[in-house]
């Protein structure tokens, strides 16, 4: 015989509580940078270290509420300000170069770009095009 008590462990993080959590990291990210112009946050890991929860639950959370226009929204922007600040402060070497284009590579989508461009002996054409006529200049 069953009674209907739910088992395992109760829900924690309901909508309320997160898009709170969000909005206060948010604020913390944008009203970060104070006078002296020292930045403290360039990852999730910067926003959350002092936060009851782990890193995972952010994308849990993302998941859960994508949906959300205004928790998704909310998460978008704050990835946006994180890639800027980490590329704009690796140009000015303020933040190890290695490290950003690492983050910047497995986080943010960031390709290298390779450009290849094959000429002959002396920088001419690899094949001479003197000579062959197309379909187009015939009629």
């Known amino acids: 015989m069953t009674i209907g008590i739910p088992i395992g ?8 509580y997160c898009l ?11 009203g ?7 930045v403290k946050y360039f990852t999730w890991h910067d926003l959350i270290r002092d936060k009851p929860y782990p890193r995972q639950c952010i ?6 509420f994508k949906k959300d226009k205004e928790f998704s929204d909310t998460i978008k922007r704050i ?9 704009k402060y690796a140009l000015m070497n303020k933040v190890n170069a290695t490290i ?12 290298d770009k ?8 002396d920088g001419k054409d690899l ?5 062959i006529t197309f379909e187009s200049e015939s009629e």
């Open 9 to 16: 462990r109760p829900i924690k993080y309901t909508r309320y």
């Open 20 to 30: 709170n959590e969000i909005r206060l990291i948010s604020s913390a990210l944008f």
């Open 32 to 38: 970060d940078g104070g006078t002296d112009g020292k």
């Open 59 to 64: 994308s849990e959370w993302r998941e859960k």
């Open 79 to 87: 990835e946006a300000e994180l890639e800027n600040r980490l590329y």
């Open 100 to 111: 950003a284009i690492f983050s910047l590579k497995n986080n943010y989508g960031w390709k």
């Open 114 to 121: 390779h450009e290849t461009e094959l000429t002959g002996k």
């Open 127 to 131: 094949i001479p095009l003197s000579g």
